[in-house]
């Protein structure tokens, strides 16, 4: 980890001084360049703990679906995007690299990257795979279950309060960006799980400011981000889940899912809590069978009024 953070601290001041004194470009630029690569360094570091060189095509993927997730528009996506290209040219320029792993990576078209998804199977996969017997295994199961079956963001699951279980009338109330609240229905399974994990299973408070949040680490304290990113990883290998699986991934999963089960996407933005129903339309694109079966059945064109 230290020797990582190091290959970033030299490479990353390198290409400052490249921008600023062979470019020339102006100090707003340089400033816009340096704050790009410095968002994706912190993701790099917090998820995989690598050098710049050692980044590859599908970690800068796990990247964009990270930017998707937050609700970024697909412009400063894009922008984001070219600022990291520029980083990784400079290092293939001065020989650091020798191919850069934004070589083959498609901008996002329409402002919007499409996530990675799991099916059902997948997700009954991995929830079963854990193991209830060893230390936080309860807790990790049922922080699984309430991310995909809440849809929530992992910032809004490490934030959740007991003050927000609102389990008698089936609802929690969650704190998304912005700070803007909103209802989240709520399983009967998921309810059970959180009760459950509550009276039998969570850590004793370490503090005054850790006695009304939900999820406890071993010490006592909220869990970061990266702890959940964790959680997550390992289940998906437990579960011989072969592909990049991240605490994002069961909240696209949670919105595909609603969409191909017949909800409309003004419901699912509801939901979600996305700003912009824009942001929530791009799910509509990721499996269209349901949709052409529809055209099929319904529409006067469709193919069962050409058959004979």
């Known amino acids: 980890m230290a020797s990582a953070e190091h290959e970033w601290d030299v490479c990353t001041d390198r290409y400052v001084k490249y921008i600023k004194l062979e470019r020339g470009l102006a100090a707003n630029t340089v400033e816009a360049y340096m704050r790009d690569v410095a968002s994706f360094r912190r993701f790099v570091m917090e998820r995989y703990g690598i050098s710049p060189q050692e980044v ?18 697909g412009t400063s996506q894009n922008r984001m995007l070219s600022g990291i290209s520029g980083f990784y040219d400079y290092l293939l320029l001065t020989g650091v690299i020798t191919a850069s792993p934004l070589e083959f990576i498609d901008h996002p078209k329409m402002g919007h990257y499409l996530p990675e998804t799991l099916t059902v199977e997948e997700v009954d996969t991995i929830l079963a795979a854990i193991d209830l017997s060893a230390p936080q295994g309860y807790r990790n199961r049922t922080m699984i279950e309430m991310l995909y079956s809440c849809g929530l963001r992992v910032s ?5 309060r007991i003050s927000d ?3 008698d009338d089936g609802f929690i109330r969650v704190t998304g960006k912005g700070s803007k609240q909103r209802l989240v229905p709520v399983s009967g399974q998921c309810i059970h799980l959180v009760k459950t994990y509550l009276q039998e299973y969570r850590e004793k408070p370490a503090d005054e400011k850790s006695a009304d949040i939900v999820f406890l680490n071993r010490r006592g304290r909220p869990l970061s981000r990266v702890m959940v990113f964790n959680v997550v990883k390992d289940a998906a290998a437990m579960a011989g889940i072969g592909r990049e699986i991240s605490p994002h991934t069961f909240r696209h999963s949670f919105a595909t899912h609603l969409l191909q089960g017949g909800a409309n996407v003004r419901q699912t933005q509801e939901l979600l809590g996305h700003a912009s129903i824009a942001t929530t339309e791009i799910y509509t694109h990721l499996d269209t069978g349901h949709l052409y079966k529809a055209l099929n059945e ?7 009024k050409t058959k004979k």
Do not use: K, R, Y
Request: no cysteine; net charge negative.
């Open 165 to 167: 279980l609102f389990f």
């Open 56 to 73: 590859d095509a599908q970690i800068v993927e796990a990247f964009m679906n990270m930017l998707f997730s937050d609700g970024m528009a």
């Open 298 to 304: 319904h529409h006067p064109l469709g193919g069962h």
């Open 156 to 160: 809004e699951l490490t934030s959740l």
